[in-house]
């Protein structure tokens, strides 16, 4: 579980209160002198207000804490002897402070340490105004306030490397929901393209039912390699879909009947009868029909007729005749 700085405060303050605390008790059941049982129990109440504010909210209780500690036993510490209480305040100003603080912080208890021996003794004397004490001391503090400069500059880097991470992640997130637009507005685009293709190919061949049975199919336009095989594709399609026995193949519509042209709507009707279905072709004018004759067509795979209505006649004619040989046969 992951710890932050204001979990970590919290959980310092409150150990040291109650620490403190039982240590109070401790010395008063032990008979321990009222100086150091009053100090201690002093500490552990400033601990205690502090967690209590801290938990209140107020984010100055770190540095209440600290200060009020340092206050504490900058004012109560032996003069004659160096003790390791000195570095109490500082280590949890380390832990819950700043840098600032820190060095703040050791620099106070030091200049309170002299100005009690300057006060008390009337000249520096104690063992804080040797040399060599007060420069160690200097340099652990130092220490200490480098230890909590370089926390920060962790934290910080982490939360600037946090915040980099989220920002990628969101403009990951970002590019990813456009290209999904994107995509979605191009398989509209490609739905729409392809409906438009399959209206295109409907229009290039229409298909009018006109009769039970039977498909009229007017041409209309120039007629290409590629546009012969969708007319040949569609009608195979319909025929087979609808069950048609007749396709009326109206040509009126076409400007000109090449070679090209004829072997495309010959195979067209070969591929149809191989479904069973008879093919009338209409619509050849005078002029189409001298040209098939110039270019030495052969359309004699092909039913003709002058028309729709006149095959659509025929077709119906040839019907009845089925039907009165059928009822003759039962007679």
């Not at 910080?156 to 980099?164: F, L, S």
């Not at 109206?250 to 195979?267: C, K, S």
Request: aromatic content about 6%; some cysteine; charged content about 20%.
């Amino acid at each position: 579980m992951k710890i932050g700085q204001r979990q970590l405060a919290f959980a310092l303050m409150g150990g040291m209160a109650a620490y403190t605390f039982i240590r109070g008790l401790l010395n008063l059941l032990v008979g321990d002198p009222p100086r150091t049982i009053i100090l201690t129990l002093l500490v552990s109440a400033i601990f205690g207000v502090a967690t209590w504010l801290y938990w209140r909210g107020w984010e100055g209780a770190r540095f209440f804490a600290t200060g009020g500690v340092a206050f504490v036993i900058a004012s109560s510490l032996p003069l004659t002897r160096e003790t390791l209480v000195l570095f109490t305040p500082i280590a949890f100003a380390v832990a819950i402070t700043n840098t600032q603080w820190v060095a703040g912080i050791g620099a106070a208890m030091l200049i309170g340490l002299l100005g009690r021996d300057l006060f008390e003794n009337g000249s520096l004397d104690s063992v804080y105004a040797n040399v060599a004490v007060a420069a160690s001391y200097i340099v652990q503090v130092v220490a200490f306030a480098a230890a909590r400069y370089a926390l920060d500059t962790a934290r910080i880097e982490a939360e600037q490397n946090a915040t980099n991470a989220e920002a990628a992640r969101a403009e990951i997130a970002e590019r990813a929901a456009a290209i999904e637009q994107q995509r979605k507005e191009l398989a509209e685009q490609n739905q729409r393209q392809q409906e438009l293709l399959e209206l295109v190919s409907q229009l290039e061949t229409p298909a009018v039912r006109i009769a039970e049975g039977v498909l009229l199919a007017p041409l209309v336009g120039g007629i290409d390699s590629r546009r012969a095989g969708k007319i040949t594709s569609r009608l195979l399609e319909l025929v087979h879909e609808r069950r048609v026995n007749l396709v009326v193949l109206d040509v009126a519509g076409v400007p000109v009947i090449d070679t090209a042209v004829a072997n495309a709507l010959t195979q067209t009707v070969r591929a149809l009868r191989l479904l069973g279905c008879r093919v009338i072709l209409t619509g050849i004018s005078a002029q189409v029909a001298l040209t098939l004759t110039h270019i030495g067509i052969e359309l004699s795979e092909l039913d003709v007729a002058a028309s729709p209505q006149e095959a659509l006649q025929r077709w119906m004619d040839k019907q009845v005749q089925v039907v009165r040989n059928q009822r003759s046969n039962l007679n």
